[in-house]
């Protein structure tokens, strides 16, 4: 309750420090200060015209309402009725009274009606908005994600090509202790460890790459 409370006082503070709010109110009292004097000066009496002034209040609780929406058009047709009662009261009688009070009925419900559909408008369009900032929010994500993925898919193939170059670097290190073994006459058992040698390389290569190497024919890889 302290805080519905609150909410609104800090409500009417905005209202109070709102342009448009005292232009509605220079409107009604305007309005009313003429009706009040027409109707104590008796120019209107017993003329079709009487509601004329009463008319003339819909223009502030219309800029109300599209100002404001129901926050601002019920307040602000209210006090045009309680500013009227007077003039309701001393001034008409008979079926100009049951005149006025219908043309009254209607201003508060004219400006309930205008200011539901605007707040209606207004809320899809803040939700429209909320979607649209949501929207954004999810395609920076996915974009955050995609750049984290391609990091990491950049550095995976990096490890990779330092493993298989390190892997490549000893076995071609070994192929050539084999190779300068050949002056000291083993001849025989050195090709044969030669061989075993470049079939490790093929298939580290082989396991690395993920498929056939290129360069290699298939042939020419088996008959190694």
Same mark, same amino acid.
């Given at each position: ?140 994500? #996915?974009?955050?994600?995609? /750049?984290? %993925? $391609? *990091? !990491? ?6 490890? +990779?090509?330092?493993? #298989?170059?390190?892997?490549? /670097?000893? %076995? $071609? *290190? !070994? ?6 073994? +050949? ?9 044969? %460890? ?31």
């Amino acid at each position: 309750m302290a805080l519905a409370i609150e909410s609104q006082w800090r409500l009417f503070r905005d209202r109070l420090r709102d342009r448009r709010f005292w232009i509605v109110q220079a409107l009604v009292l305007g309005i009313s200060l003429i009706h009040t004097s027409l109707e104590a000066s008796a120019t209107l009496y017993n003329s079709p015209e009487y509601l004329l002034p009463i008319s003339t209040y819909f223009i502030p609780v219309l800029y109300a309402a599209l100002t404001f929406g129901l926050e601002g058009s019920v307040p602000t047709a209210l006090w045009c009725v309680v500013l009227s009662a007077p003039n309701i009261y001393l001034f008409h009688h008979g079926a100009e009274r049951i005149g006025v009070v219908v043309q009254l009925t209607l201003l508060v419900l004219m400006g309930t009606v205008v200011a539901l559909k605007v707040d209606t408008e207004r809320r899809a369009k803040l939700a429209a908005q909320a979607a649209n900032r949501r929207l954004a929010d999810i395609q920076k994500s #996915l974009e955050s994600y995609i /750049g984290m %993925a $391609l *990091t !990491a898919q950049e550095e995976e193939r990096h490890r +990779l090509a330092r493993e #298989l170059h390190d892997e490549l /670097g000893q %076995a $071609l *290190t !070994a192929l050539r202790i084999d190779a300068e073994s +050949l002056q000291d006459g083993r001849l025989l058992d050195d090709v044969a %460890a030669m061989e075993r040698t470049v079939s490790d390389i093929i298939q580290q290569t082989r396991r690395q790459r993920g498929g056939q190497p290129p360069g290699i024919p298939c042939d020419a890889a088996a008959g190694i």
